[in-house]
């Protein structure tokens, strides 16, 4: 039986880019660049004075000239009529173009002007002082966003700044949904006793939702193979299916034989973890992949988090996702030979173990803001163990 990082680097080598496409830059959040973004000119653009006060020329300060004129006043957006003439000062405001004939800029707070004459309470003076240099952040051409970033809202600004308004990401995928199950009803409708209500189409359209992805096709379907074999093959056209259900070792799991017999080639069924131990991954004639998760609610959120979060994020080019270490601050016993993953909360301190019942215990992940994991080869876990997790 696999491991899940050996099913992951399986599921990574069939990673490909779902293509590209232009939007506008008030929808980038959350979106990845497909391509690599340069300056388009020096930045800043111009010698910008960064605060308040006045520009002088330091040849003159050299000389012993304490006393300046004042020749114009520049606020930002403006430049100078004239260049500074010897003795004379130009009154600059935060954000405003220093010329180039006035090199150092001296605060408000340290000088003082009566009837346009100014003079200073500072004993030395530096070249550029109170001034960001142009280029100082960066040169025309400069590759100032790489191919593969996400963009948040420091790099929405910076676009902004750069002067887009539309930019080229990566395209989101056309994806399929469906649970399964005779057993499972619509939230809304009469439960009877041995009924349960469909909760993993709302978690897993939830899970896609943060991908900024809204399912194409989503429906639920019953166990009969020829319904599943119909709504199945609809999909294959899809970049990617999820199905949910079906795929353990029951008489009514139909979802395997099912999707072999419509052309889904199996890469893997079953990976040694607990939960999520059933999952079953194909590929399809038009290359996508098929991901057919287990049904008990935790699981679901399991095999999303290590198997379809990993799959996207090899797809949109972003980094491969690793764990992170906490000490343990509760003793976990060890239950089977397997890696097993159990919802945690984290803290300053370290990192909390969550009890629940079993994965189709509905409750498990409500208070988890992490998944952590158990390895299969490590035996009881104490109190200041180190535990590797991954954010939920």
């Known amino acids: 039986m696999l491991t899940y990082t050996e099913a992951q680097e399986i599921i990574t080598s069939h990673a490909r880019s779902f293509g590209g496409e232009e939007i506008a830059l008030e929808d980038a959040d959350g979106r990845v660049l497909a391509e690599s973004v340069p300056a388009d000119r020096d930045y800043p653009p111009f010698n910008r004075a960064t605060m308040d006060g006045y520009a002088i020329n330091p040849w003159d300060w050299e000389d012993g000239v304490r006393r300046f004129k004042v020749q114009q006043v520049i606020y930002a957006g403006q430049v100078a009529e004239a260049e500074l003439s010897a003795e004379n000062c130009y009154k600059i405001m935060t954000g405003a173009p220093v010329p180039v004939s006035a090199s150092a800029v001296v605060r408000r707070e340290d000088a003082v002007e009566v009837n346009g004459i100014v003079s200073f309470n500072i004993g030395t003076l530096k070249p550029f002082q109170n001034i960001a240099r142009k280029g100082e952040d960066m040169h025309h051409g400069d590759v100032v966003l790489q191919k593969g970033m996400l963009c948040n809202p420091s790099a929405i600004s910076l676009l902004a700044s750069l002067g887009h308004m539309k930019l080229k990401v990566e395209k989101l995928p056309k994806v399929a949904l469906f649970t399964t199950g005779d057993e ?28 900024l992805i809204k399912p194409t096709i989503y429906k639920h379907i019953p166990d009969d193979k020829e319904m599943l074999k119909t709504h199945l093959t609809a999909a294959l056209d899809c970049d990617m299916v999820i199905t949910c259900g079906g795929v353990s070792a029951g008489d009514a799991d139909y979802l395997p034989e099912v999707l072999e017999g419509i052309g889904v080639k199996k890469l893997f069924h079953k990976v040694a973890i607990r939960p999520g131990k059933p999952i079953w991954c194909g590929q399809m004639p038009n290359g996508g992949l098929v991901f057919a998760l287990p049904g008990n609610p935790f699981s679901c959120h399991v095999t999303f988090k290590l198997f379809i979060e990993t799959y996207l994020m090899a797809c949109f080019g972003l980094p491969k996702p690793t764990l992170s270490q906490l000490p343990l601050l509760s003793a976990k016993a060890k239950k089977v030979n397997l890696d097993e993953f159990f919802p945690a909360r984290l803290s300053s301190e370290g990192i909390l173990s969550i009890a629940f019942n ?26 200041g163990d180190r535990v590797g997790f991954s954010p939920l």
């Open 184 to 211: 499972v009803v619509e939230p809304g409708r009469p439960v009877a006793a041995s009924q349960i209500r469909n909760g993993n189409q709302y978690l897993l359209k939830s899970l896609l939702k943060k991908w």
């Open 358 to 383: 079993s994965s189709g215990d509905i409750k498990s992940a409500l208070v988890a803001d992490a998944l952590a994991v158990h390895p299969a080869e490590v035996g009881d876990l104490g109190v």
